[in-house]
């Protein structure tokens, strides 16, 4: 099996239990997927180093597929994470204002459940911005395939895929 094919695999797996914490509604579980993310991290990293310049249409189809996955995810992170914001202004209702200029550890003794729909939030903010890097690098270890098809010549110039830590938010307000 190659590289790609455990990728899809994962993304599969994990696209799977994501559309299933969509459904129900879990932000428990929408969490613990969030957790899990981390191992694409790894393969993705995997499956660009066992790519050689004989890329082979079945494998960019495999890519394909696997950003197709992604996409999907991505659609079902960004529903988690309306819900989420959805329900974080229900609870607090007009109490939102006091609630975001409370310390931090007030706002969960005092909304214990608009807290974790904000904790819920800002995970999938991550999970999102994580998810769309990965597609970029996705995108461009496709690119670097067509490429390395087009000339014969090896994948060395691919641009390596970093593990990036999530420090920004993409505009969303809750």
């Known amino acids: 099996m190659s590289s790609i094919q455990q990728l899809q695999?994962?993304?599969?797996?994990?696209?799977?239990?994501l559309a299933a914490a969509e459904q129900s509604g879990s932000m428990e579980d929408a969490m613990l997927i969030a957790g899990q993310l981390g191992q694409l991290q790894t393969e993705?990293?995997?499956a660009q180093s066992g790519l050689g310049a004989e890329a082979s249409d079945s494998a960019r189809q495999e890519l394909v597929n696997c950003r197709i996955l992604l996409h999907g995810m991505m659609n079902a992170v960004e529903a988690i994470r309306a819900r989420a914001a959805e329900q974080y202004r229900q609870v607090l209702g007009e109490?939102?204002?006091?609630?975001?200029?409370m310390a931090d550890a007030a706002k969960q003794s005092v909304y214990p459940?608009?807290?974790?729909?904000?904790?819920?939030f800002q995970q999938m903010a991550e999970v999102s911005q994580q998810l769309?890097?990965?597609d970029g690098s996705m995108l461009d270890m496709g690119y670097q395939m067509e490429r390395g098809a087009q000339t014969g010549g090896s994948l060395n110039?691919?641009?390596?895929?970093?593990?990036?830590t999530m420090?920004?938010?993409?505009?969303?307000t809750i």
Request: no cysteine.
């Open 157 to 164: 110039g691919a641009v390596p895929i970093e593990e990036t």
């Open 44 to 46: 993705l990293q995997n």
């Open 132 to 134: 769309r890097q990965w």
């Open 9 to 17: 695999g994962t993304l599969n797996q994990l696209s799977g239990q």
């Open 113 to 120: 459940e608009a807290y974790q729909y904000r904790q819920v």
């Open 95 to 101: 109490n939102k204002a006091a609630f975001e200029q």
């Open 167 to 172: 420090d920004t938010h993409d505009g969303w």
